[in-house]
């Protein structure tokens, strides 16, 4: 079954505008990571936060961990033209396999 | 230079045929891992191997078979190839299993008609 689940499933925002997407997550994890997917290629690795880290900054992208609340957000800052992708999140359970949601299809206007 | 490459891009063919996708990494990574992609977009694993040694083998119909010749390379196996499977195939690698961070190939996206 799905772990992550990504909110919005999609968000359209102007160019220098900041993007906030979330994710949910059911079980316990022993980290997080956030991907990037351009249309019509691969994942692309964005950042991993620990299951005892509560923030993870790299450049534009702030990550944040409520393992509490079982939620993570992913912030991207002073958006670019060149960040229109989907976004997901994926999890590591304790059965060494990451389980990613369907995303957050992000569009930045001009 | 590529990291992790994919062959082919793009595969069309008949159901009830047999086809096979090809994976390579040049990371030196000891684990690679093939996902299938559907239209809505949600990722799913299908399999994982180790250092040629399967250690995920999700619910998938067993006309779908990984071969792992050696480390640097995981290929798909698909027999009998239905409507349903058309999808978008990735290959991974990571360099352990399951929490590592996993790059991806660019997919191969397989039309069944």
């Known amino acids: 079954s799905q772990q992550g689940e990504e909110d919005p499933q999609a968000l359209s925002i102007q160019e220098g505008e900041n993007a906030t997407m979330n994710c949910s997550y059911k079980?316990?994890?022993?980290?997080l990571q956030w991907y990037r997917q351009n249309s019509g290629r691969g994942l692309v690795h964005l950042i991993l936060?620990?299951?005892?880290?509560r923030e993870k900054h790299s450049g534009r992208l702030r990550v944040t961990l409520d393992t509490s609340k079982k939620s993570s957000s992913l912030l991207i800052t002073a958006s670019r033209a060149a960040d229109t992708a989907s976004y997901f999140c994926?999890?590591?359970?304790?059965?060494?396999?990451?389980?990613f949601g369907a995303g957050t299809t992000v569009t930045v206007r001009a | 230079d590529t990291a992790v490459s994919q062959t082919p891009k793009y595969l069309v063919t008949q159901m009830g045929n047999d086809k096979s996708i090809k994976c390579e990494q040049n990371?030196?990574?000891?684990?690679m891992y093939w996902y299938k992609q559907d239209s809505k977009k949600f990722l799913k694993i299908m399999f994982s191997?180790?250092?040629?040694?399967?250690?995920i083998n999700e619910t998938v119909p067993n006309r779908f078979s990984p071969k792992s010749p050696d480390k640097a390379h995981l290929n798909l196996h698909i027999n009998s190839l239905e409507l349903g499977d058309s999808a978008v195939y990735f290959c991974?690698?990571?360099?352990?299993?399951?929490?590592?961070?996993?790059?991806f190939g660019p997919g191969t996206r397989l039309t069944v008609l």
């Open positions: 991974a690698s990571s360099q352990d299993s399951g929490s590592d961070t996993q790059y």
């Open positions: 079980t316990s994890i022993n980290n």
């Open positions: 936060i620990r299951s005892n880290e």
């Open positions: 994926a999890t590591d359970t304790s059965d060494y396999k990451l389980s």
């Open positions: 990371l030196g990574h000891d684990t």
């Open positions: 191997y180790n250092n040629k040694e399967l250690i």
